[in-house]
């Protein structure tokens, strides 16, 4: 007798709750590498630059795709907070979804091998660690407890085995590292290669509550839900002094928040494969006012402590943004603006994100 065999794909994991958002400014090839692990999730494709730019998009994706034209559209005057010619529009797309869960990478990144040669299921990793527990109150020694194989050690206190809801999965990156401008010119052919698979650290961790890291952008999972309204990736690109701090100025404000709230964050596994470096020449002219700013900027966020009668995570970022005002605007008047454009984003999210709230319509397609 002939074995059948069903023709009909497994469902992923949150296929219903997920979205992908890629920020981009060229035709989407990239995706074809990704079709096993994307093609039934929800893409939010967010173009940047020249509106009138046809993007090309492999056949099968399920999609919507917004240009600037649409963000003005829908946004009108608020559109303002949207950053221009700098993937830190990608937060527009943040805005526009209706899913629980968010998971964004950048079109220079690839699928990834571990050790053994098998092709890493990002996506399914960086759910798995935000549907787990975090340990932001106390460090276990073997990372990630709530991981396949891993437990808490000796010595852990029974009373916070339950952990903290975790609101953001950070994974890495193999191939280019993401450095800054300076690093990349004194190590200009650096690599984190498989090769000896020394730089493959086969782990995830939380980051202790208190501390700040460098959130980077182009493999990241988070839950929109609870942490969504402090994903603002500021005001980068055209016509602003500063670029390349976009992720990293959303960390701090994330981090500052998840902690006041109790939520953990977590860095390590997924790795993706990033396989374009950037020029650094290009990336100083860019980093080069927040390459001096952030020596200011970080002991801020160091010792912001939100009152307890911020109670929500817009409450809590209406009052970063008066803090950073008052603060930082000393430091420089773009903080001043960029202040307003953090009140603006958050004016912008609960409107679309009311119950009777602007419906964001862009051109959608499957393409069979």
């Not at 903290?164 to 690093?183: E, R």
Request: net charge negative.
């Amino acid at each position: 007798m002939a074995q059948l065999y069903s023709s009909v794909k497994p469902t992923p994991m949150l296929k219903d709750e997920l979205d992908i958002v890629i920020p981009t400014i060229r035709n989407l090839d990239f995706l074809e590498m990704w079709r096993p692990f994307f093609e039934q999730y929800h893409l939010i494709i967010v173009q940047d630059g020249d509106p009138s730019r046809t993007i090309n998009i492999p056949k099968g994706f399920d999609y919507e795709l917004y240009n600037r034209n649409d963000i003005n559209r829908i946004l009108g005057p608020k559109a303002s907070c949207i950053s221009f010619k700098d993937s830190a529009c990608r937060c527009f797309g943040y805005m526009v979804s209706k899913k629980k869960y968010i998971y964004t990478i950048d079109d220079d990144c690839f699928v990834a091998k571990d050790p053994s040669g098998k092709e890493i299921n990002a996506l399914e990793q960086h759910i798995k660690n935000l549907l787990t527990p975090s340990t932001p109150h106390f460090f276990n020694t073997l990372y990630d407890p709530y991981g396949d194989g891993a437990d808490f050690v000796r010595g852990y206190p029974f009373s916070m085995r339950e952990g903290a809801i975790t609101a953001v999965s950070h994974g890495l990156w193999l191939n280019i590292p993401d450095y800054d401008a300076p690093t990349q010119l004194v190590k200009p052919l650096e690599r984190n290669s498989r090769k000896f698979f020394l730089p493959y650290v086969d782990a995830v961790m939380t980051i202790p509550k208190g501390t700040l890291f460098p959130m980077c952008g182009m493999n990241l999972a988070f839950d929109r839900e609870l942490i969504g309204p402090a994903m603002y990736f500021g005001l980068m690109g055209d016509g602003q002094p500063i670029g390349r701090y976009d992720d990293m100025w959303a960390g701090w404000c994330v981090k500052v928040i998840c902690d006041h709230m109790g939520w953990g964050v977590k860095t390590g596994l997924p790795y993706i494969w990033h396989s374009k470096a950037s020029n650094p020449f290009v990336n100083l002219r860019k980093e080069y006012n927040g390459i001096f700013w952030q020596e200011e900027a970080i002991p801020f966020f160091q010792s912001l402590a939100l009152p307890k009668e911020c109670t929500s995570v817009q409450q809590c970022y209406m009052e970063m943004a008066k803090l950073v005002k008052e603060k930082l605007g000393k430091v420089d008047p773009y903080f001043t603006k960029l202040a307003d454009g953090m009140v603006t984003w958050i004016e912008a999210w609960d409107e679309l994100n009311s119950p009777d709230g602007t419906e964001a319509k862009a051109p959608k397609g499957k393409d069979e």
